[in-house]
T-cell receptor, first 112, second 113 residues
Framework: GQQLNQSPQSMFIQEGEDVSMNCTSS?????WLWYKQDPGEGPVLLIA?????ELTSNGRLTAQFGITRKDSFLNISASIPSDVGIYFC????????????FGTGTRLKVLA | DGGITQSPKYLFRKEGQNVTLSCEQN?????MYWYRQDPGQGLRLIYYSQIVNDFQKGDIAEGYSVSREKKESFPLTVTSAQKNPTAFYLCASSILRQEIGYTFGSGTRLTVV
């Protein structure tokens, strides 16, 4: 089945650093979502994007819906230890099935 | 509070046994989904259901079965035909025709012993 390409696959950063990750697809999407999964838990929705070029913030998190509608970006500013986890992007296409396709995830580890 | 509940949190299965994972939601969501998560492989769709008494196979349905007899419930059975069942299983639900994404349960970790 189709999956989105998410990069980087994993990253170690120092507390206080900014983090960037992205998600790309060969298909056009109408909606992009970003989720965070804490260890041993289910993913929780962070940000939803609905229009090409849209830039949306949620606290220290900022996400953008790419102009081409084939990519999305998530930035985390001034990282803290509780940012550790796996970040997933998800896209909903134009086929009308209302299903989302998930990225492979970016595993973030923050060093205090 | 509304939510989606998966049980049990941890489950151990002997070789050759069938096991059933529970998923219940009180969000009045139309659709429900089952995903399998293995390290480094993201979320892979097993089955989904958009209406009671109807469900469709996802990308990795072999060795699994589901039922949707009630809107609130979508149990997943891992059969003995599933050769590598050890994984983290996630259930999700959503409203159809609204682009607000899925609500996930907290997962069930299944281990074959």
């Amino acid at each position: 089945g189709q999956q989105l390409n998410q990069s980087p696959q994993s990253m170690f950063i120092q507390e206080g650093e900014d983090v960037s990750m992205n998600c790309t697809s060969s298909s056009i999407f109408n909606t992009w979502l970003w989720y965070k999964q804490d260890p041993g838990e289910g993913p929780v929705l962070l940000i939803a994007l609905y229009k090409a070029g849209e830039l949306t913030s949620n606290g220290r998190l900022t996400a953008q819906f790419g102009i081409t509608r084939k990519d999305s970006f998530l930035n985390i500013s001034a990282s803290i230890p509780s940012d550790v986890g796996i970040y997933f992007c998800a896209g909903q296409g134009t086929s009308g099935t209302y299903k989302y396709i998930f990225g492979t995830g970016t595993r973030l580890k923050v060093l205090a | 509070d509304g939510g989606i509940t998966q049980s049990p949190k941890y489950l151990f299965r002997k070789e050759g046994q069938n096991v059933t994972l529970s998923c219940e939601q009180n969000l009045n969501h139309d659709a429900m989904y089952w995903y399998r998560q293995d390290p480094g492989q993201g979320l892979r769709l097993i089955y989904y259901s958009q209406i009671v008494n109807d469900f469709q196979k996802g990308d990795i349905a072999e060795g699994y079965s589901v039922s949707r007899e009630k809107k609130e419930s979508f149990p997943l059975t891992v059969t003995s035909a599933q050769k590598n069942p050890t994984a983290f299983y996630l259930c999700a639900s959503s409203i159809l025709r609204q682009e607000i994404g899925y609500t996930f349960g907290s997962g069930t970790r299944l281990t074959v012993v």
